[in-house]
């Protein structure tokens, strides 16, 4: 995915968290490689990790550009520490069983696929052209999730007890998906960003059409942990930092 060249209005914080999510969601889901309950969800599943990957990258390489201080993909992904990575904490989540990664994947996809669907009009043109690519990408993402709830919600009684706890298990991190900061108020002024709380109507009314198709119930609104776009994560995530990171510290500057 080659970026065009891009506008100075443009943050390189910005485009680093949305790479941030991307890239610790694949990294995640990946642990399903090997493990899934058949043998095509293992391949469907490689897939998007490879997608998400792809917009993992492209994103954080334009963020070392418009930084400025010589930071390309892999310095940003492999030799940060935990609390400069700035993702919602609901990507890094344990993967549970398979209804909660599925759950995972229904909430986040579908807020990337309204995200891309938005930024793809951003006045940064290398967002745009990823934006614009991205979102054909997260609507196949938010379509196998869905397939799945509905599979697994409308199932057998075992089936449908995990996806409702699934459900109700990662709602509350949901929400900080759609919390403004600073940043995200300074991009949607300037038109490079969006202002995420103005996605929150429409994936609410998908999410809700999903889980009534699989005679699912809409969690209460409450409890709204929230800290990852500040750096603050959850135990989980401090594991799945050093597996990823392992090999590139371990050698530094190694090729294939």
Known sequence: MTAPRTTPATAPAYPLRLGDDA?????????WCARA????????????????????RALLTHAGE???????????????????????????LDNGDFAVSMAKL???????????????????????????KAVKESAYHTGHAAAWTVRLGDGTEESHHRMQHAVDTIWPYTHALFTPDALDRAAAANGTGIDPATLRPLWHERITRTLKEATLTVPDDGWAPGGGRQGIHTEAFGYLLTEMQALHRAHPGARW
Do not use: K, W
């Open 23 to 31: 890239l610790i969601a694949a990294q995640r889901l990946l642990q």
């Open 37 to 56: 309950p058949q043998l095509e969800e293992d391949v469907a599943l490689a897939n998007i990790c490879l997608d998400l990957l792809g917009q993992a």
């Open 106 to 132: 229904l909430f986040f996809t579908t807020y990337q696929e309204l995200l891309y669907g938005r930024l793809a009009a951003s006045t940064d043109p290398a967002l745009a052209a990823l934006a614009a």
């Open 66 to 92: 418009l930084e400025g201080r010589g930071r390309n993909e892999d310095t940003l992904a492999f030799l940060r520490t935990e609390q400069e990575f700035t993702h919602v904490q609901l990507v890094e």
